[in-house]
C-alpha cells in the first residue's frame, strides 16, 4: 500500500467524520471512518470498485458494500450513476437525513474518464408530475469533458 498523504487538517477531518457516525446513530469504527475519509479526499463521486482498489487490504468487499447501503440509507452519501450505468457515491448535504435525501442538484459527468461531479449550486429543475404519479428522485446529468480531461 502506498503511503497516504496527510494534511494539517486531518485531526480536524476525523473529529467531523466521527460526529457524522454519532450523529446517525452508527457505531464508530475504523472501516467506516476510513470509507468517510477516502470519500471526502475526492473531488469526484466515487464506485464501490474504486474504494475496493484503495481500502482492499482493510476493509472485505462484503462490509464495504453494507457501509455504503447503511450511509445511503441515513443521509450520508448518495448515489449518482456515471455514464457506464456504474453507481458511484457523493457525501450529501447536511440537510439529508435518514430515508430523506435532498440532492436535488445536477451532476456533470465527464464524457471522457466517466468522473461524477455534484454541481451543489445547480438545482434540478421542478418537474410537474402528471396526476397520481408520485416522485421519488430526479436525477439530471450534464455530460462534457472535465478540467484534466481538457487539458489533454
Ligand atoms: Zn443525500
Ligand atoms: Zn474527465
Ligand atoms: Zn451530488
Known amino acids: 500500500m502506498k503511503a497516504e498523504m496527510y494534511t494539517d487538517n486531518t485531526a480536524l477531518q476525523a473529529a467531523e467524520f466521527t460526529q457524522i457516525l454519532k450523529t446517525n446513530k452508527l457505531k464508530i469504527t475504523q472501516p467506516r471512518l476510513r470509507v468517510l475519509e477516502t470519500i471526502s479526499t475526492k473531488t469526484a463521486a466515487i464506485s464501490q470498485p474504486e474504494l475496493e482498489k484503495i481500502l482492499g487490504a482493510e476493509i472485505d468487499r462484503v462490509t464495504l458494500y453494507r457501509i455504503l447501503a447503511s450511509f445511503e440509507e441515513k443521509g450520508i452519501l448518495h448515489k449518482v450513476f456515471d455514464l457506464n450505468g456504474t453507481a458511484t457515491y457523493a457525501l450529501c448535504s447536511t440537510k439529508c437525513t435518514e430515508h ?26 421542478k418537474i410537474s408530475l402528471p396526476h397520481g404519479f408520485t416522485l421519488h428522485s430526479i436525477a439530471v446529468n450534464a455530460v462534457g469533458l472535465c478540467n484534466d480531461c481538457k487539458e489533454k
Open 100 to 125: 430523506h435525501h435532498h440532492d436535488q442538484h445536477v451532476h456533470f459527468i465527464c464524457s471522457v474518464c466517466n468522473s461524477v461531479f455534484c454541481l451543489d449550486e445547480t438545482a434540478a429543475p
